[in-house]
């Protein structure tokens, strides 16, 4: 055994790896080093990027400006406690709100995506009382704690349950996944069917406070749902007096292409929230954002929420300098040309490779769903597969790591989602492995004599 390998190995036999039975973290792959859309390993192998990791490092890694203001404030004053105004969280709320929809504007600092939705649950549950019940829905993931999971509609809550780890009053209502339509039904002559139902959803059960969707599905699937659908949701809430609340942790930050994906439809939700790309995943920084009538609530009544790391200053230093660098990157107009080349190429990869059931996504932020069977659309694995054994999605990833690419994935789809910094011959390089890799899953294909329809989801 080589000093990596012992250290590896002293490194996951004293910790828990994440999200899987523990014999599954014994060989992780050893990162040494990280630059722009790169990552290298210990012996200087170089992998593409094509995930941002967890849909996060959007700015690529080692940002010059960004390191420099998170060292400075390091040297500065890393800590100080949440009651203190300081300049990190000044900087930050004043970065904010350049870029928040008009409205959005009263913010709650916390360490992750998890924590900004439990903070939206603590604080729309105190102003809607005594109503309580939040509508998620099934193909979503929303956090890791007790009231992130139950929130979450993919297998990770069915463990949480097991272990009755979980809160009451959350309901799944069905996608708007129209490759896969719950209803059987087909746009455009649905009627939106997957927004009426939440309606119906909301009546029947009474007590709902809040309405939570993430705009476009990120892990479960990179769903896009038809323009017609968010404007309809709002207009629900409204009508039945619930909140619409817009998990923004993995769609912000210009991921789908405009600063927040509710923007692709012109819907200003009542509590929007964030993470990953607030700080370009520089530092774990969670936000939560309500309008002024919900903060004003809060005038009298106690906001009985908060964390020692609540408004870290090391952490907040990273906003303003993040806020500043996408609009520079916005500036030169590169996100805007790769995310119609990237969508571009993606498409023709479907035309060689069978196992490609529908591409589906928006802006660098996209999903390949892998299907056994295109006409039928039959999946390789199943949602219960998920975390039990290796599937075919893990089996086309693991093959275009050995190539140089790194791609998180699911259990029925492969996560495309690169930096914002990506170069036409970077995405090139990442797609000629794919095409590759991707071989894995057509050998295994059932052949049918018709071709599958193209793809649902990209509805412009
Ligand atoms: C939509 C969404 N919400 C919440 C979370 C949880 O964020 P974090 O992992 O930072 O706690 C994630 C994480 O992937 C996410 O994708």
Redo the contacts with the bound molecule.
Sequence with gaps: MDKTEERIQSLTEHTYGTWRAQKGWKKPLFIKDAEGVYMYDQDDKRYLDFSSQ??CSNLGHKNKVVIEAIVKQAEKMPYIAPGFAQEAAVNAVEALLTVMPKGLDRFFFST??????EAALKILRQYMAPKYKVISRYH?????TVA?VTFTGDPRRWYAERARCTVEGVRFAPDAYCYRCPFGLSYPDCNIQCAEYVDYMIKEEGNVAAVLV?PVV??NGRIVPPPEYFPRLRKICDENGALLVA?E???GWYRTGPVWAMQNWNVMPDIL?T??GCTGAYA?V?ITVTTKKIKDYFEEETMCHGHTYSFHPLVLSAVAPSVAEYKRLMATGLPQRIAGYLEKKLYELEEHHECIGDVRGMGHFWALEIVKNRKTKERFDTKADKFRKVLMPDRIAGEALKRGLYTACWYDTLMIAPPLIITEEQVDEGIGILDKALEIADREVVHTDTPGSRSSGAFK
């Design positions: 967890l849909m992750s995506g998890t924590e900004a939705n979503s993931y929303h956090g890791g992130g993430e990120g892990t998990d942790v993995m769609t929230t993470a990953k774990p969670g």
